[in-house]
């Protein structure tokens, strides 16, 4: 009689309920698929007990499903069969339907991917280099996309930490007039970030991730004098920015970083428009290796179909006040 032992086995990384399923619906699956081993599961401890083989062959199936979630962000029925069914190589290369368009998995299996042309360049510009600038109207996903590829790199483990900046600059209302101490005040400036992260990040294990310092979301002041090493790094709203601000970030860069800077130039909020630091940083900077520069256009808008009339009538009025005549913008890409 085979020597009969007790496994625990420590599933860190993953969100317990998406690894087990709604109702332990994948758990029940990995059950019927090793019906020679007794799974008793407890959030992230799972106890195995069976035939020193078979528990090790279930401890080995197990940690190639965990590297799985870790890569792609998902799990699914057929994920499943295939890593206690399939060759751990055949699981863990590549999921089972792969679209180059794809950036990330996000929570319950949702595909984030780069939906339009610009989006697709800057996945691809992402990928030789360092420093990315992406500018364009509301709505047009550069922020989403930006955070898609941060949120990759941190799954694949090519950066220890996301962290996300915007200037706290009001649009309209003064902080001294919200409620709540200065966290409290800065949070809806910062909130579309969290929104971003909830979509790709279960809610469990981004709040761990926040605690824990491994995704940070800060305003920009606070990150004078830091140095910011083996980090996904994302300045959000840097129209809002002065152009003394913008070279502080951007000197924050240190080893193994990643830097993306997003912003539209139509929604400064500075008291003087031409405080704006944003496009005298990317016409200075153009040109040099290792930095990219992709512009979106009302083309791109992703949301409510509306919102592509509203930036267009809003550009066409601010041309005729100008005296310009209202013209049809094209593509403006990338360096």
């Known amino acids: 009689m085979s020597e009969q ?19 332990d619906a994948y758990l029940e699956q990995m059950r019927e698929l090793c019906p020679k081993v007794k799974i008793v599961a407890r959030g992230e401890r799972i106890k195995a007990l069976g035939a020193k083989s078979d528990v090790a062959a279930f ?3 197990m940690n190639a499903l965990v590297d799985y979630y870790i890569k792609f962000g998902h799990i699914s ?5 295939q890593a206690f069914s399939s060759s751990l190589e055949e699981l863990t ?15 319950n299996g949702a595909i984030i991917r780069a939906r339009t042309v610009n989006q697709q360049r800057l996945v691809k510009l992402a990928e030789k280099n360092d420093l990315l600038f992406a500018t364009g109207p509301a709505g047009s996903g550069k922020t989403y996309t930006a955070i898609a590829l941060a949120v990759r790199a941190l799954k694949e ?10 200037p706290a600059v009001e649009a309209g209302e003064k902080l001294g007039f919200l409620p709540g101490d200065m966290k409290e005040k800065l949070d809806p400036y910062l909130q579309p970030l969290y929104d971003a992260l909830g979509d790709m990040i279960p809610a469990a294990k981004l709040q761990k ?18 140095t910011l090493d083996n980090a996904y790094v994302i300045l959000d709203e840097a129209q809002n920015t002065t152009l003394s601000q913008i070279k502080m970030f951007l000197t924050r860069m240190g080893r193994n970083a990643k830097f993306v800077v997003t912003g539209d130039i139509t929604q400064i909020d500075l008291p ?28 791109d808008i992703v949301r409510h179909q509306l ?29």
């Open 5 to 23: 032992i007790s496994k625990e086995i420590l599933v860190e990384g993953v969100d317990a309920r998406e690894l087990y399923g709604a109702q």
């Open 307 to 335: 919102v592509k009339y509203i930036v267009d009538a809003f550009e066409k009025r601010e041309e005729l006040e100008n005296g310009l005549k209202p013209s049809d913008k094209g593509d403006k890409t990338e360096n």
């Open 77 to 81: 029925s057929e994920v499943v069969s």
């Open 59 to 61: 401890e080995r199936r």
């Open 209 to 226: 991730f926040l605690e824990e310092g491994t995704v940070q979301i800060a305003p920009l002041a606070y990150m004078r004098g830091r």
């Open 93 to 107: 290369t590549e999921p089972p339907t792969v679209d180059k368009d794809v950036i990330v998995y996000g929570n």
């Open 272 to 299: 003087r428009r031409s405080d704006s630091g944003l496009q005298r940083a990317m016409s200075t900077l153009a040109g040099i290796n290792g930095i990219g520069i992709v512009e979106f256009d009302r083309r």
């Open 157 to 166: 483990r090519e950066v220890r930490r996301i962290i996300l900046t915007r």
